[in-house]
């Protein structure tokens, strides 16, 4: 009987020194999930979601159990890999948050721009140019499309202006199986 | 002796269509009025045009150069002017447009000054033959148009074989046929170059068996050199490297790897024609056989025809288009894609233009579902699962697709053509391939967006921060001196008072005043008095109010400095 008790007890002791090691250890800084999550979405920042960022998205999608449809430029191939790594079932978008639309770059209108600095202030990825009262450039390499120069410009000068496709770029079409293919 | 042949998996017998297309010899194209060169005509970087608008050029001369480790330079393929530099359609299977030089010919199709180098190929080191490769602008005639000085590299690798490509494997295509049977001694001439710049030890000429004509021609000019001439069965696709590869050698090239790490390289044997005419004769790539055939055109021939001359012109020149014709396709009807006009230009990558008519391409009846028949498995020259990749690729499970190894389908179409219910299975590894490079692309650029988000989140953050110091050390700095500010002031009132009075500075001039005079003072002395007893009244309220309300001055002070901050 006691030998029991005393054997047990000096498991727990053991195990317990093992588990407190290894919790002390192998401690995981941040949350990994989150990382995981936020590679996944299309980092536009634009807010779409109702997070003030991607990230922020991401922490909710992690923590307060947000749903994974809210994102429409990642759009269904963003949601498709969400729910492939958290283990949800794929849904469609969320129609309150916006549709998927092709990719736009933000164009200013150079001779209506009054300098304002304004859409510099709102960019969130510094993806615009220019000083007070000097005329301001999208950088359009760096533009995400976020939209969220539009709304602060106080003379309307910034277009959003639709990605053209080029032979680079461009993607076969998923399959129209209606009509049969070529075979020789 | 005859060579011990191998096989490789699968492959099918699709029907050749080959005797058409072989009956006339090889003509020259009437040249075209206008011809638009696409600077885009090869695997790799666009080449950078160096005439302008205007610019009058002359056949073999240089137009736009090479740009990149992976690109090849365009060159006019006859005289004239350059009347644009443009977007214009290119054979694409997207039906996009891109970049091309217009040159309207003059009719003359007068050469540029060339000859042969003075020092023979022989003499030349390795590395200087691939550059004049380079510079003529030869690519790979089979039809992908990879860089041909690239493959000529053997990048530290000892290389064994030199395998010249003559198969021609796909359906109604001849070109290859046609350039064997009537010009094997450039063939031969060029494999020469190939070899010495490689230091191959055995060179193979691989011809399939329904090409009897072209064997015999080159077994003929080889006869006294050490090339060996390999007729090989007649099977779709041997004419693919990797396919002909293991049939010659019975080596595999390895996932995801290039012949060369295996001691071996292939080239067409049209790159070899294109490479004697570069060295031997100093004449750029500026034309090719095409082969232009199907039952949509009258007279299916093989032209020699200039870069850039458009399809419609050729078509003319085999009689015109029946009314029938389906569709154009650039290519065979198994890999091959349709053009979406007939202006579109012939490029280095085109060895044949196909009118097909609807007999020729579509099958009898519209797609069924997959059967799970298994015939797309047993025909995969490369071991795929074409119908799980199929699955993975029509639920976009992307990466699922990747690792039943996507990236090794050669896109050769055996699978779609055996299928019974006519799935388009190669359209959609396309869409799957093109669809994971976007993706990995997109990938990028959110990555790119992260950073630069993270770094002007730092960036604001940083920057309130500082300016909270700064404000903080200005407000402590105002608190602590306000006190020896007002000590400052007294003190220095205190001194300069203590200085006047030891100068013992009082009214002047003020003997022999009159009545009037004396008045004046008083009155002045009477106002200076009234005026310093309201100026202490005044310090007197001022200093209550900031006994009163300490904070008061503290906070107005720091919403100029505010302010002022917003303002730099």
Same mark, same amino acid.
């Given at each position: ?19 407190? @090691?290894?919790?002390?250890? @192998? ?27 991607? /990230? ?13 449809? /809210?994102?429409? +430029? ?13 283990? /949800? ?78 032979? @680079? ?14 075979? +020789? | ?88 359609? %290119? ?48 690519? $790979?005639? $089979? ?33 290859? &046929? ?101 060295? &031997? ?10 082969? %232009? ?50 202006? %579109? ?7 044949? %233009? ?215």
């Amino acid at each position: 009987m006691l030998t029991a008790v005393l054997a047990l007890t000096a498991l727990a002791i053991v195990f317990g020194l093992l588990l407190g @090691f290894a919790a002390v250890r @192998f401690k995981v800084e941040g949350d990994p999930l989150v990382d995981q999550i936020d590679a996944i979405l299309p980092q536009t920042q634009c807010g779409q979601c109702s997070y003030p960022g991607c /990230r922020p998205y991401a922490e909710a999608i992690a923590n307060d159990g947000a749903e994974i449809n /809210r994102c429409p +430029p990642g759009g269904e191939t963003t949601i498709i890999a969400l729910a492939d790594l958290l283990g /949800r079932e794929p849904i469609p978008l969320d129609e309150e948050v916006g549709e998927e639309k092709p990719k736009t770059v933000a164009i200013i209108r150079e001779d209506t721009c009054i300098g304002c600095t304004l859409c510099i202030q709102a960019c969130p990825v510094d993806a615009i140019l220019g000083a007070a009262k000097q005329m301001h450039s999208v950088i359009e390499s760096e533009c995400t499309g976020c939209e969220l120069c539009l709304e602060p410009c106080p003379v309307d000068c910034i277009d959003m202006v639709p990605v053209t496709e080029d032979i @680079f770029h461009w993607k076969w079409p998923y399959p129209d199986e209606t009509a049969a293919e070529a075979k +020789p | 002796m005859i060579r011990q042949l191998f096989n490789f998996k699968g492959g099918v017998h699709p029907p050749q269509h080959k005797h058409s297309s072989t009956a006339q010899p090889i003509r020259p194209a009437t040249l075209a009025k206008q011809l638009v060169l696409p600077l885009h005509q090869h695997i790799g970087e666009s080449a950078v045009p160096i005439v302008e608008v205007g610019d009058h050029v002359l056949k073999g001369q240089k137009i736009a150069r090479a740009e990149g480790y992976v690109s090849a330079s365009v060159h006019a393929s006859s005289s004239g002017t350059v009347v644009a530099i443009e977007e214009r359609p %290119i054979p694409h299977p997207s039906g996009l447009n891109a970049q091309c030089i217009v040159i309207d010919t003059d009719a003359e199709d007068r050469w540029i000054e060339h000859g042969a180098p003075v020092t023979p190929y022989t003499e030349m080191p390795a590395s200087q033959l691939r550059n004049l490769i380079r510079t003529s602008g030869i690519v $790979g005639l $089979g039809g992908a148009g990879f860089p041909s000085y690239i493959k000529l590299n053997p990048a530290g690798c000892q290389i064994d074989t030199l395998i010249l490509n003559g198969v021609e494997c796909e359906p109604y295509i001849s070109c290859d &046929d046609m350039l064997m049977r009537e010009r094997p001694e450039q063939i031969i001439a060029g494999a020469k170059i190939m070899r010495h710049a490689l230091q191959a030890k055995q060179v193979l000429i691989a011809i399939e068996d329904n090409k009897p004509e072209a064997y015999a021609a080159l077994v003929d000019v080889c006869a006294g050199e050490d090339f060996e001439v390999v007729q090989v069965p007649t099977l779709y696709p041997q004419g693919s490297e990797k396919q002909l590869i293991k049939v010659l050698t019975d080596k595999e090239v390895p996932s995801n790897g290039l012949p060369v790490q295996i001691g071996i390289v292939v080239h067409n044997v049209g790159t070899a024609a294109a490479i004697h005419n570069a060295i &031997d004769l100093g004449k750029p790539l500026t034309s090719r056989i095409v082969t %232009i055939t199907g039952d949509g055109v009258a007279e299916p021939c093989n032209l020699e025809v200039p870069f850039g001359t458009p399809m419609q012109h050729l078509l003319d020149q085999c009689g015109g288009l029946r009314n029938d014709v389906d569709r154009i396709i650039m290519g065979g009807p198994m890999m091959g894609f349709a053009m979406h006009s007939t202006a %579109i230009p012939v490029v280095k990558t085109t060895n044949c %233009i196909l009118a097909a008519t609807k007999d020729n391409v579509t099958p009898p009846s519209d797609v069924m579902p997959c059967i799970r028949c298994g015939a797309c498995a047993d025909v995969c020259p490369v071991e795929l699962l074409p119908q799980q990749l199929q699955w993975f690729a029509r639920a976009k499970e992307f990466d699922r697709a990747q690792e039943y190894n996507l990236f090794d389908c050669i896109e050769c179409g055996c699978c779609s053509y055996v299928c019974p219910s006519n799935i388009p299975l190669v359209h959609f590894y396309r869409y799957a391939k093109t669809e994971i490079w976007s993706q990995e692309r997109e990938k990028e650029k959110a990555d790119q967006a992260r950073q630069r988000h993270e770094f002007r989140q730092s960036r604001i953050e940083r920057e309130a921060a500082e300016k909270a110091a700064r404000l903080a050390k200005k407000k402590a700095a105002a608190q602590a001196g306000g006190g020896d500010k007002q000590a400052a002031i007294q003190a220095a009132m205190a001194r300069a008072k203590a200085k006047k009075h030891a100068q013992g500075s009082g009214p002047k001039n003020t003997d022999n005043l009159t009545e009037s005079q004396q008045q004046q003072v008083n009155k002045a002395d009477e106002m200076r008095a009234k005026a310093q007893q309201i100026a202490e009244s005044r310090r007197a309220q001022a200093q209550a109010a900031m006994t009163d309300k300490p904070g008061n001055t503290a906070k107005s002070d720091s919403d100029n400095q505010a302010a002022k901050d917003e303002k730099e």
